[in-house]
């Protein structure tokens, strides 16, 4: 495909990471959805609007697959959310499979019994975060590395069954499926990654446990659609998903919270009283990666005065919808009294993020635990000097300096 003339390309230029790029807010103003270029250099829609964002998050004519998987857009190198993903004739099926097998195991009520495992684990990372101060003596320590890192690691292995002690391997491979530019490593990086979760789900088979690599085992008795690559792809994807999203949204958090103290000092000042409220206005706030999530329209759909035609690519950007200034009074304000705070960080409708139960407990308990540790938390370093992992598909941070 050729590049859209005139059309700006993704990702935008942003000033640091805790804004997200100024150009979202001229492109709102033109209208909720504009024509832009990928960073792969094919034509796409971009939408940068609350509304419109919900409303095709809600729409069945928009999938992740594509009708003639050849002619579509592509978005990045990534391995992920880079291009068409599942068959189109039975996408719907196969989602309703999803859905049917992971939702008990990331049920609201499972993450709240989960909640003292994660908060002991959390303890953990922290004890090993003030060791690291200890003997650093007086020098910074690297939050990223032993907190927002680890803790996420440590839940989504204990989560679906996969040993820590391959920690290592998988965070290797994470890197190297989300990088934008990759030439072709991404990919070889997924396959990779679904021979591992392959690997292990044959384990399951032998000696099932509590976890859901075990029940996307047992799930597979009783569907002979769901085959060994869907279920090796579907493990990696979680276990992806699982702790990079996290990992980023507790350094950011952490970044939102330090970069002005009266924010820190409010919540050290009442930890329970706060910390809901505090993590809902970093979900809100914090965008890793400079795109958006993918869809494919099914259907000639017309949503905000224009139509969207059969194949077209569309880029949700969740990032820009929740600091639409229709819906958020003040909205690159951080307001942890915010309310009400309906944003869109895990999507909306029946792509609503299975996981996110599970990321907001986590977040919860961190930012509960880590203040009322280390009431005095600071960065070593000003925001605008920390290294931003803009060729990644979820952005991010590998270091978070912090003295106490």
């Given at each position: 495909?050729?590049?859209?003339?005139?059309?700006?390309?993704?990702?935008?230029?942003?000033?640091?990471?805790?804004?997200?790029?100024?150009?979202?807010?001229?492109?709102?103003?033109?209208?909720?959805?504009?024509?832009?270029?990928?960073?792969?250099?094919?034509?796409?829609?971009?939408?940068?609007?609350?509304?419109?964002?919900?409303?095709?998050?809600?729409?069945?004519?928009?999938?992740?697959?594509?009708?003639?998987?050849?002619?579509?857009?592509?978005?990045?190198?990534?391995?992920?959310?880079?291009?068409?993903?599942?068959d189109y004739d039975t996408e719907k099926a196969a989602h309703s499979r999803l859905?049917?097998?992971?939702?008990?195991?990331?049920?609201?009520?499972?993450?709240?019994?989960?909640?003292?495992?994660?908060?002991?684990?959390?303890?953990?990372?922290?004890?090993?975060?003030?060791?690291?101060?200890?003997?650093?003596?007086?020098?910074?320590?690297?939050?990223?590395?032993?907190?927002?890192?680890?803790?996420?690691?440590?839940?989504?292995?204990?989560?679906?069954?996969?040993?820590?002690?391959?920690?290592?391997?998988?965070?290797?491979?994470?890197?190297?499926?989300?990088?934008?530019?990759?030439?072709?490593?991404?990919?070889?990086?997924?396959?990779?990654?679904?021979?591992?979760?392959?690997?292990?789900?044959?384990?399951?088979?032998?000696?099932?446990?509590?976890?859901?690599?075990?029940?996307?085992?047992?799930?597979?008795?009783?569907?002979?659609?769901?085959?060994?690559?869907?279920?090796?792809?579907?493990?990696?994807?979680?276990?992806?998903?699982?702790?990079?999203?996290?990992?980023?949204?507790?350094?950011?958090?952490?970044?939102?919270?330090?970069?002005?103290?009266?924010?820190?000092?409010?919540?050290?000042?009442?930890?329970?009283?706060?910390?809901?409220?505090?993590?809902?206005?970093?979900?809100?706030?914090?965008?890793?990666?400079?795109?958006?999530?993918?869809?494919?329209?099914?259907?000639?759909?017309?949503?905000?005065?224009?139509?969207?035609?059969?194949?077209?690519?569309?880029?949700?950007?969740?990032?820009?919808?929740?600091?639409?200034?229709?819906?958020?009074?003040?909205?690159?304000?951080?307001?942890?009294?915010?309310?009400?705070?309906?944003?869109?960080?895990?999507?909306?409708?029946?792509?609503?993020?299975?996981?996110?139960?599970?990321?907001?407990?986590?977040?919860?308990?961190?930012?509960?635990?880590?203040?009322?540790?280390?009431?005095?938390?600071?960065?070593?370093?000003?925001?605008?000097?920390?290294?931003?992992?803009?060729?990644?598909?979820?952005?991010?941070?590998?270091?978070?300096?912090?003295?106490?």
């Amino acid at each position: 495909m050729t590049t859209t003339e005139r059309a700006p390309q993704l990702p935008f230029e942003r000033p640091n990471v805790l804004d997200i790029a100024p150009l979202y807010r001229v492109l709102r103003r033109e209208g909720p959805l504009v024509r832009v270029t990928t960073p792969a250099g094919d034509p796409a829609w971009l939408v940068t609007a609350f509304e419109q964002a919900r409303e095709i998050f809600g729409d069945p004519r928009f999938g992740r697959s594509h009708p003639a998987p050849e002619q579509a857009s592509m978005i990045s190198g990534a391995a992920v959310m880079s291009g068409p993903q599942g068959d189109y004739d039975t996408e719907k099926a196969a989602h309703s499979r999803l859905r049917k097998t992971l939702v008990p195991a990331f049920s609201a009520n499972r993450m709240r019994r989960l909640g003292d495992r994660i908060q002991e684990l959390a303890d953990r990372c922290l004890d090993d975060l003030a060791a690291a101060h200890e003997a650093a003596a007086g020098e910074p320590v690297n939050l990223h590395e032993h907190l927002s890192f680890p803790l996420p690691v440590l839940v989504i292995c204990e989560l679906l069954g996969v040993p820590y002690e391959d920690r290592a391997r998988f965070r290797d491979l994470s890197d190297r499926i989300g990088v934008l530019d990759s030439d072709g490593d991404a990919q070889v990086a997924m396959e990779e990654f679904a021979d591992y979760m392959g690997g292990l789900a044959a384990a399951k088979r032998i000696e099932p446990g509590q976890d859901v690599v075990s029940d996307m085992v047992a799930a597979q008795a009783e569907d002979p659609a769901f085959t060994d690559g869907d279920l090796a792809r579907l493990a990696a994807g979680l276990l992806f998903a699982g702790h990079e999203t996290t990992s980023n949204r507790i350094d950011l958090g952490v970044l939102l919270l330090l970069t002005d103290p009266d924010r820190r000092d409010a919540l050290v000042a009442d930890p329970e009283g706060r910390v809901h409220n505090t993590v809902e206005e970093i979900l809100r706030m914090s965008a890793p990666g400079g795109l958006g999530l993918l869809r494919y329209a099914h259907a000639d759909v017309e949503v905000g005065g224009v139509t969207i035609r059969t194949g077209d690519a569309v880029i949700i950007s969740t990032a820009s919808a929740n600091r639409d200034e229709s819906v958020f009074e003040n909205p690159d304000e951080f307001d942890a009294d915010r309310k009400p705070n309906s944003h869109i960080a895990f999507g909306y409708g029946g792509f609503f993020c299975i996981g996110a139960s599970l990321a907001r407990t986590e977040l919860r308990i961190v930012f509960g635990s880590l203040f009322r540790r280390f009431p005095g938390l600071r960065l070593a370093v000003p925001a605008e000097e920390l290294d931003v992992r803009s060729n990644r598909l979820t952005g991010g941070l590998t270091s978070v300096p912090v003295v106490w």
